[in-house]
């Protein structure tokens, strides 16, 4: 993008972007650096020239038993997070950047300190925060007890519970429970009522969209596929009559039709329909761990049709945008796995596959 574009998407002006390209001037404020790296769709560290040390999978193990911890101690905390509110956006602007590691030591704090605020909304927003993310690290079952605590927290709120229910409809996927998947998403659909309501406002059309794709997930992960295709399709229809916003887009759709397709096997047409979505204007805006975690999802179907070597290039692109999606990720790394014991190894992989500690005989 020119000058002008990126700095008026970052709120500055011309001049300070050209100085910070030509070294004048430094970035040395954090904030910046977070509006920046969204801007361009990059992790924060990128842009310093370093990578922090990312998490072991012990260190994980043990971060993931303390969120347990929380989500089962009723007791009355000593001192509450202040400023809560903040502290939970905060949170989730480092999910979308993918900082999982960072997210984990949050949560048993915000689960905490969330169970005494007097807003619903932050109570909702951080037991849906620790479903998402449970869901990404392999623990759908305790995702589903979180999902489940938000449901019951938004008290039947339409808006509360279609947010409640994204997180809940993923762990079923996850548990294998498509039906159960398809049957909580379209229950919250009626409930939002996208289809009677064409003039929803901005944000609730945005989430009215987005639950239609994960019941569209749903549906293809129990072989649905004539449904799968209709819920995309009106998906597809609701993103062209309001812009992109909150993540669904024209290009969020198209994704999600990609990976619907992997789900049901035809990964020709899956791949088909994810390289030009990955071309456009769109997929540079989605955050860092939508955009690394539909390409490690995509890595599957690049390898089911024989392209080993995109198979590969998949996973190493989604380790340079958001490299605890690929290094900490339990899925990722069944992945990585089975593209390294399909035949050789591309330098980068190898790399990669090397300081995550795996190698072509892993298990």
Known sequence: MSQQVFADRIGKSKSWVDKVERGVRNLDRLSVI????????????????????QATVTEVAAAVERVREALVCYDTPADCVADLDRQLAYAYTAYRHAQHP???????????????????????GAYRLAAHLLVKLGEPDLAWLAADRAMTT?????????????????????QR????????????????????????????????GTLLLEAALAAASHGDASTADNLADQATDRARRCPDRDGFGTTTVNLARALAATILGEHALAVAIHQPATRTDGWHRLPAE?????????????????????????????????????????AARAALIA????????????????????????T
């Not at 704090?109 to 909304?121: E, G, I, K, N, Y």
């Not at 690049?302 to 340079?320: N, P």
Request: hydrophobic letters at 45%.
């Open 154 to 174: 938004a008290g039947g709120d339409p808006r509360r519970t279609a947010v409640a229910v994204l997180p809940l409809a993923q762990a079923l996927r996850a």
């Open 34 to 53: 977070h509006t920046i790296s969204g801007v361009l769709g990059v992790a924060p560290d990128l842009l310093v020239g370093r990578r922090t040390r």
């Open 290 to 330: 939508h955009r690394a975690a539909h390409l490690i999802d995509m890595s599957r179907a690049y390898l089911t049709i024989g392209d080993h070597r995109a198979a590969a290039r998949v996973l190493v692109t989604a380790d340079q945008i958001a490299p605890a999606e690929t290094r900490i990720r339990p």
């Open 339 to 362: 593209v390294l014991r399909a035949g050789p190894t591309p330098a980068d992989l190898a790399r990669l596959a090397t300081t995550i500690g795996l190698t072509s005989g892993s």
């Open 177 to 208: 429970r498509g039906r159960l998947a398809l049957a909580v998403t379209t229950t919250a659909l009626r409930h939002l009522d996208p289809a009677r309501s064409p003039d929803l406002p901005p944000e609730h059309a945005a989430l009215a």
């Open 102 to 124: 960072q997210v984990l030591r949050m949560l048993p704090d915000l689960l905490t300190a969330a169970r005494h605020a007097s807003t619903v909304d932050v109570l909702v």
